[in-house]
């Protein structure tokens, strides 16, 4: 499309008054962009808006009936007794998760910028989970982490009685967080290892000369260089870490009690196991809140936080 | 087993399905296709209902039967949720726990004038208890095509090598009480195995338990449904005695632990009869199979049900229903009955129910099936079950510890459910 | 910190990464060991590391319950065309966003991404009646659609924008001199210079596609339609009692050949991933 236009007046900025730089410029613009904007509209917007609309509405899907409350719904939400200890599950889980993922990512990627012999089958190992189907992933740890499973079998083996992993509260929040961590880390490893290794080697040889120890040079020269790979990383897990959903229906199904019920499940639960779709569409509309202002937080503190940006 | 179910339950609970032949129907104007959901995927039980839907369509030359497929574990939000998307099915199994949602709700297509209407259908044969729950004002909303006791399947090889009384010499002598298969099911716990496994229990569902809890008298609520009776004697006793039977006696396999009977692995198991097809085929070990023991109450039974119900959206309700009595007309009944116990009585005797349970003897059939068809009591169920399933689930959660609080935890979880099942 | 290091140092190092390798790496040894397992040793414990003895007949029973072939093509030409799809999508936008200057750019970039805030659990009842009104439901065309065009392309397109902006300037300013058009620019000058972070695109597009678990089942319900993500769930007897060996086999005959290919192509794997543009 944007091609013909392009063709059709090579020097159309002196030939044509109507078709300037800025206005052919515009147009290309608005042609580059045009199938994600209208996929955006099509498949993010109008479904948003109409979840908006299905949240204030009692759907009973056995009587057939779809009736206007406007916002009792909300109302429930604040009524809601246990949306406080699913939100507390929310935010340890989320927390957990981005803490935990970041400083393993960013043990393992300056473990892999050594020199050492062999480095790339250990790298290649420490991703393969990411390749590895989450479905396969969560079904095989669910086995391993069972009472009698793989996980207690090794440690009896060190002479440990191993926990009841996901009957107890704690521990079961561990295992999810563990779990979702060991998959993805990959990732982020590799992102930190490519900032790692973007760190001018000149630097490191200045602070040597200058005596500086290695945890100095770390904290001094490594971590504000690498600070924005760690800004994006952070928001990408977080938002990630409030999208987890199966893998937690497949190990606790937010148990035991509503520990590991995350604010997901939790919607996932009301929807469509309680077939309460009204009230569903108002936890999604709070899930979707809570996402932008956390995404938003973040950015702005970006400013604060990151140190350089190229 | 809880991986499966889970990961299932969670997202495979989503399933909207679609039928292979729905687009097909608005090509004639009298071309009816009705569609029925179904949990089974078993090979035997489509060829058999194919089979009756070919008999209907010859009397039907413009009606086609599809039977769909859902995942067992998650049927009943697969359904509730192809429902919600705009895709009702024009006929769907129904699983006796939400059978109060179903046919309080009006979802369904009132079948008793249909049913009454058709030649030899004789309704009266089916008992007032079996179609109790399935009815409302004196109509029936859905026909319980399938009403299976749950019985005790014994290992024998293994409680004889842990020098503990099987449980037929423990009936010959009237001892088959809820205490001494405990004691046989710990003899074989302290070897290694497992000894009583509560079959889909999984310390998910719960009402599985019903199945001992009932010979304690024990109910979660009133037979009203309207008030929570966890809390009350009975229950906190039963739950007290499944406590110890779990971490004192190791007679249960705890919370996280898998073993499963069918490998060999396990003392005994209380599941419906037609699990027997899982029995081993390779291999096999010397099993049995026995009523529940006596509880404290006396002697009990426990039944599932299924309903088959038609439903109200379809356009085509009125022939789906011509449909509902002809698959479960006498004759179809009895075809039937080889997969789905019927509730109808000249179907209950030994001698058709041998030919449909062969692995069964007659006098597992005669004290088994029978009795328990005739007395049990249905898996408890209530409307809004699934959040009353899931509330009732992790408050239970606190009881499977080594030191639980079992009266105060039950007190809690009446607290939750109380004010859900005034719903 | 690329100083030598010393023995010492380096032998401590092996064994750091060798302990932090377990947890990595025995999952995917306890699945693919545990397929020929009878399903007694399965639940063994302690768990065997090494079968005692092997049952390879639960690898055609994969084959036998299910349209496995059928499913691993469906999984393997839809995440194949998500990724071509992708690729043109948000390398048109990124680049737009990047370097064309057009009335609220800005605006529309953050309308964007908002597709990167939104859980699919979110909205998958709205595009579930949706695409039932479009007649889509049970074909392959909602898991093709919503990934080239909806939420999940826009990490795609974010990555190609950072990619764009760090260009020069005279690059596209010499082009335009010679009376070359934007879509010549882009095609002929900006794509060319893309590839790594194309390549960062593919594979991430790729994998998401791969393991999408909700949308499939959500979508689809007839057997020869199924992915693989939502055909391991399947593998269960007529009372939804999972057939654990038998699933365990098809687990590792979808793992096993993507972790093949990565193994083989890891260096360009990883330093694709390497150039998301995520360093500023």
Same mark, same amino acid.
């Given at each position: 499309?944007?091609?013909?236009?392009?063709?059709?007046?090579?020097?159309?900025?002196?030939?044509?008054?109507?078709?300037?730089?800025?206005?052919?410029?515009?147009?290309?613009?608005?042609?580059?962009?045009?199938?994600?904007?209208?996929?955006?509209?099509?498949?993010?917007?109008?479904?948003?808006?109409?979840?908006?609309?299905?949240?204030?509405?009692?759907?009973?899907?056995?009587?057939?009936?779809?009736?206007?409350?406007?916002?009792?719904?909300?109302?429930?939400?604040?009524?809601?007794?246990?949306?406080?200890?699913?939100?507390?599950?929310?935010?340890?889980?989320?927390?957990?998760?981005?803490?935990?993922?970041?400083?393993?990512?960013?043990?393992?990627?300056?473990?892999?910028?050594?020199?050492?012999?062999?480095?790339?089958?250990?790298?290649?190992?420490?991703?393969?989970?990411?390749?590895?189907?989450?479905?396969?992933?969560?079904?095989?740890?669910?086995?391993?982490?069972?009472?009698?499973?793989?996980?207690?079998?090794?440690?009896?083996?060190?002479?440990?009685?191993?926990?009841?992993?996901?009957?107890?509260?704690?521990?079961?929040?561990?295992?999810?967080?563990?779990?979702?961590?060991?998959?993805?880390?990959?990732?982020?490893?590799?992102?930190?290892?490519?900032?790692?290794?973007?760190?001018?080697?000149?630097?490191?040889?200045?602070?040597?000369?200058?005596?500086?120890?290695?945890?100095?040079?770390?904290?001094?020269?490594?971590?504000?260089?690498?600070?924005?790979?760690?800004?994006?990383?952070?928001?990408?897990?977080?938002?990630?870490?409030?999208?987890?959903?199966?893998?937690?229906?497949?190990?606790?199904?937010?148990?035991?009690?509503?520990?590991?019920?995350?604010?997901?499940?939790?919607?996932?639960?009301?929807?469509?196991?309680?077939?309460?779709?009204?009230?569903?569409?108002?936890?999604?509309?709070?899930?979707?809140?809570?996402?932008?202002?956390?995404?938003?937080?973040?950015?702005?503190?970006?400013?604060?936080?990151?140190?350089?940006?190229? | 087993?809880?991986?499966?179910?889970?990961?299932?339950?969670?997202?495979?609970?989503?399933?909207?399905?679609?039928?292979?032949?729905?687009?097909?129907?608005?090509?004639?104007?009298?071309?009816?296709?009705?569609?029925?959901?179904?949990?089974?995927?078993?090979?035997?039980?489509?060829?058999?209902?194919?089979?009756?839907?070919?008999?209907?369509?010859?009397?039907?030359?413009?009606?086609?039967?599809?039977?769909?497929?859902?995942?067992?574990?998650?049927?009943?939000?697969?359904?509730?949720?192809?429902?919600?998307?705009?895709?009702?099915?024009?006929?769907?199994?129904?699983?006796?726990?939400?059978?109060?949602?179903?046919?309080?709700?009006?979802?369904?297509?009132?079948?008793?004038?249909?049913?009454?209407?058709?030649?030899?259908?004789?309704?009266?044969?089916?008992?007032?208890?079996?179609?109790?729950?399935?009815?409302?004002?004196?109509?029936?909303?859905?026909?319980?095509?399938?009403?299976?006791?749950?019985?005790?399947?014994?290992?024998?090889?293994?409680?004889?090598?842990?020098?503990?009384?099987?449980?037929?010499?423990?009936?010959?002598?009237?001892?088959?009480?809820?205490?001494?298969?405990?004691?046989?099911?710990?003899?074989?716990?302290?070897?290694?195995?497992?000894?009583?496994?509560?079959?889909?229990?999984?310390?998910?569902?719960?009402?599985?338990?019903?199945?001992?809890?009932?010979?304690?008298?024990?109910?979660?609520?009133?037979?009203?449904?309207?008030?929570?009776?966890?809390?009350?004697?009975?229950?906190?006793?039963?739950?007290?005695?499944?406590?110890?039977?779990?971490?004192?006696?190791?007679?249960?396999?705890?919370?996280?632990?898998?073993?499963?009977?069918?490998?060999?692995?396990?003392?005994?198991?209380?599941?419906?009869?037609?699990?027997?097809?899982?029995?081993?085929?390779?291999?096999?070990?010397?099993?049995?199979?026995?009523?529940?023991?006596?509880?404290?109450?006396?002697?009990?039974?426990?039944?599932?049900?299924?309903?088959?119900?038609?439903?109200?959206?379809?356009?085509?309700?009125?022939?789906?229903?011509?449909?509902?009595?002809?698959?479960?007309?006498?004759?179809?009944?009895?075809?039937?009955?080889?997969?789905?116990?019927?509730?109808?009585?000249?179907?209950?005797?030994?001698?058709?129910?041998?030919?449909?349970?062969?692995?069964?003897?007659?006098?597992?059939?005669?004290?088994?099936?029978?009795?328990?068809?005739?007395?049990?009591?249905?898996?408890?169920?209530?409307?809004?079950?699934?959040?009353?399933?899931?509330?009732?689930?992790?408050?239970?959660?606190?009881?499977?510890?080594?030191?639980?609080?079992?009266?105060?935890?039950?007190?809690?979880?009446?607290?939750?459910?109380?004010?859900?099942?005034?719903? | 910190?690329?100083?030598?290091?010393?023995?010492?140092?380096?032998?401590?190092?092996?064994? %750091?990464?060798?302990?932090?390798?377990? #947890?990595? !790496? $025995?999952? =995917?040894?306890? @699945?693919?060991?545990?397929? /020929?397992?009878?399903?007694?040793?399965?639940?063994?414990?302690?768990?065997?590391?090494?079968?005692?003895?092997?049952?390879?007949?639960?690898?055609?029973?994969?084959?036998?319950?299910?349209?496995?072939?059928?499913?691993?093509?469906?999984?393997?030409?839809?995440?194949?065309?998500?990724?071509?799809?992708?690729?043109?999508?948000?390398?048109?936008?990124?680049?737009?966003?990047?370097?064309?200057?057009?009335?609220?750019?800005?605006?529309?970039?953050?309308?964007?991404?908002?597709?990167?805030?939104?859980?699919?659990?979110?909205?998958?009842?709205?595009?579930?009646?949706?695409?039932?009104?479009?007649?889509?439901?049970?074909?392959?065309?909602?898991?093709? %659609?919503?990934?080239?065009?909806?939420? #999940?392309? !826009? $990490?795609? =397109?974010?990555? @190609?924008?950072?990619?764009? /902006?760090?260009?020069?300037?005279?690059?596209?300013?010499?082009?335009?001199?010679?009376?070359?058009?934007?879509?010549?620019?882009?095609?002929?000058?900006?794509?060319?210079?893309?590839?790594?972070?194309?390549?960062?695109?593919?594979?991430?597009?790729?994998?998401?596609?791969?393991?999408?678990?909700?949308?499939?089942?959500?979508?689809?319900?007839?057997?020869?339609?199924?992915?693989?993500?939502?055909?391991?769930?399947?593998?269960?007897?007529?009372?939804?009692?999972?057939?654990?060996?038998?699933?365990?086999?098809?687990?590792?005959?979808?793992?096993?050949?993507?972790?093949?290919?990565?193994?083989?192509?890891?260096?360009?794997?990883?330093?694709?991933?390497?150039?998301?543009?995520?360093?500023?």
């Amino acid at each position: 499309m944007a091609v013909a236009q392009d063709h059709a007046s090579p020097e159309g900025r002196s030939s044509s008054p109507f078709w300037t730089i800025a206005r052919r410029d515009s147009l290309a613009g608005f042609l580059f962009i045009a199938p994600q904007l209208v996929g955006i509209i099509v498949f993010v917007l109008i479904p948003l808006g109409l979840v908006f609309w299905y949240s204030l509405h009692e759907w009973n899907v056995l009587a057939n009936t779809f009736t206007y409350t406007g916002a009792q719904n909300y109302q429930m939400l604040i009524e809601d007794s246990n949306l406080l200890e699913v939100l507390g599950a929310t935010a340890v889980f989320s927390a957990g998760l981005v803490v935990f993922n970041l400083s393993l990512a960013l043990l393992l990627a300056i473990l892999l910028n050594q020199r050492l012999a062999g480095i790339t089958i250990f790298r290649t190992l420490f991703f393969s989970p990411v390749v590895v189907s989450l479905v396969a992933w969560t079904i095989v740890w669910g086995f391993l982490l069972q009472k009698n499973g793989g996980i207690n079998g090794m440690l009896q083996v060190l002479g440990i009685e191993g926990p009841n992993w996901l009957r107890e509260e704690t521990t079961a929040m561990i295992s999810v967080i563990v779990v979702q961590v060991f998959k993805n880390v990959g990732l982020n490893m590799i992102l930190f290892l490519a900032a790692l290794q973007g760190v001018p080697n000149e630097l490191y040889e200045a602070a040597r000369v200058d005596g500086a120890p290695r945890f100095k040079q770390f904290r001094r020269i490594t971590l504000p260089l690498i600070s924005p790979t760690i800004l994006l990383t952070s928001i990408i897990t977080i938002v990630g870490s409030l999208q987890v959903f199966a893998q937690i229906a497949v190990l606790t199904q937010g148990g035991p009690g509503l520990s590991t019920t995350v604010l997901v499940y939790y919607l996932y639960q009301q929807a469509f196991q309680f077939h309460f779709f009204g009230y569903g569409s108002t936890l999604s509309i709070l899930l979707f809140l809570i996402v932008a202002v956390l995404t938003f937080a973040q950015w702005q503190m970006r400013k604060r936080i990151v140190f350089y940006e190229s | 087993m809880n991986y499966h179910r889970a990961l299932k339950s969670a997202v495979a609970a989503l399933a909207l399905a679609m039928p292979l032949g729905w687009s097909c129907t608005a090509t004639a104007q009298d071309a009816v296709n009705l569609r029925m959901t179904i949990w089974s995927a078993n090979e035997a039980h489509l060829k058999l209902f194919n089979e009756i839907a070919a008999g209907f369509e010859k009397d039907h030359p413009n009606v086609t039967v599809t039977y769909e497929s859902l995942p067992f574990d998650t049927y009943t939000t697969a359904l509730t949720t192809q429902i919600a998307g705009g895709n009702a099915p024009d006929m769907a199994w129904i699983f006796e726990t939400a059978a109060y949602d179903f046919v309080n709700s009006g979802a369904l297509f009132p079948l008793s004038d249909t049913l009454k209407a058709t030649k030899g259908y004789n309704l009266e044969e089916l008992s007032a208890s079996a179609a109790e729950r399935w009815s409302k004002d004196g109509k029936l909303y859905a026909y319980p095509f399938s009403t299976s006791p749950f019985a005790m399947f014994v290992n024998n090889d293994l409680i004889k090598a842990s020098g503990a009384k099987p449980p037929a010499e423990l009936i010959a002598a009237d001892q088959w009480s809820w205490d001494n298969a405990i004691a046989t099911a710990s003899a074989v716990g302290q070897t290694g195995k497992g000894g009583l496994i509560v079959r889909d229990f999984n310390y998910q569902i719960w009402q599985n338990l019903a199945s001992v809890w009932n010979g304690w008298g024990a109910s979660p609520w009133s037979a009203d449904g309207k008030a929570c009776t966890m809390a009350e004697k009975p229950m906190v006793d039963a739950l007290t005695f499944i406590h110890d039977a779990i971490f004192k006696k190791k007679a249960i396999p705890g919370p996280g632990e898998n073993v499963d009977f069918f490998a060999g692995n396990a003392a005994m198991t209380i599941t419906q009869i037609s699990r027997a097809s899982l029995l081993p085929k390779e291999n096999p070990f010397a099993w049995d199979l026995v009523p529940l023991p006596k509880g404290p109450a006396g002697n009990y039974a426990l039944i599932g049900q299924a309903g088959l119900g038609v439903m109200q959206t379809g356009k085509n309700a009125k022939t789906a229903a011509e449909f509902v009595a002809y698959m479960t007309n006498p004759e179809n009944s009895a075809k039937l009955s080889q997969f789905f116990p019927s509730a109808r009585k000249s179907l209950l005797n030994a001698e058709v129910l041998k030919k449909t349970n062969p692995l069964l003897s007659q006098e597992q059939i005669d004290k088994v099936v029978i009795s328990g068809i005739a007395t049990g009591k249905v898996i408890p169920g209530h409307t809004g079950f699934a959040q009353i399933q899931q509330a009732v689930r992790s408050g239970l959660d606190a009881i499977w510890r080594p030191d639980a609080d079992i009266p105060g935890t039950l007190l809690k979880i009446c607290g939750q459910i109380g004010p859900l099942l005034k719903r | 910190m690329k100083a030598e290091l010393s023995p010492r140092l380096k032998t401590f190092l092996y064994g %750091l990464m060798c302990v932090l390798l377990i #947890p990595f !790496v $025995f999952p =995917t040894w306890w @699945m693919a060991t545990s397929s /020929v397992k009878p399903i007694s040793d399965i639940f063994a414990f302690p768990p065997q590391l090494i079968p005692e003895s092997y049952d390879w007949t639960t690898y055609s029973k994969v084959f036998e319950l299910q349209p496995f072939v059928q499913q691993y093509w469906n999984s393997a030409y839809i995440a194949a065309v998500v990724t071509i799809g992708t690729m043109a999508v948000s390398s048109m936008a990124g680049y737009a966003f990047a370097r064309i200057r057009f009335p609220f750019a800005n605006t529309i970039f953050m309308i964007v991404l908002l597709g990167l805030l939104i859980p699919s659990e979110v909205t998958i009842v709205p595009l579930f009646r949706m695409f039932l009104k479009a007649g889509m439901v049970n074909t392959h065309w909602p898991l093709i %659609l919503v990934p080239i065009f909806g939420a #999940p392309s !826009v $990490f795609a =397109t974010f990555v @190609m924008r950072q990619f764009f /902006v760090t260009l020069p300037a005279e690059l596209e300013e010499a082009a335009r001199v010679d009376g070359l058009g934007r879509f010549k620019i882009f095609r002929m000058i900006a794509l060319p210079l893309a590839k790594p972070a194309l390549a960062s695109v593919a594979i991430f597009t790729f994998l998401h596609s791969w393991n999408l678990f909700l949308e499939p089942i959500v979508f689809l319900s007839s057997a020869e339609k199924f992915t693989l993500p939502q055909a391991l769930t399947q593998y269960t007897d007529a009372y939804g009692g999972p057939m654990w060996n038998i699933q365990l086999a098809a687990a590792t005959l979808t793992a096993l050949p993507v972790l093949i290919v990565f193994i083989i192509a890891q260096k360009q794997f990883v330093e694709g991933l390497a150039h998301t543009g995520l360093k500023g």
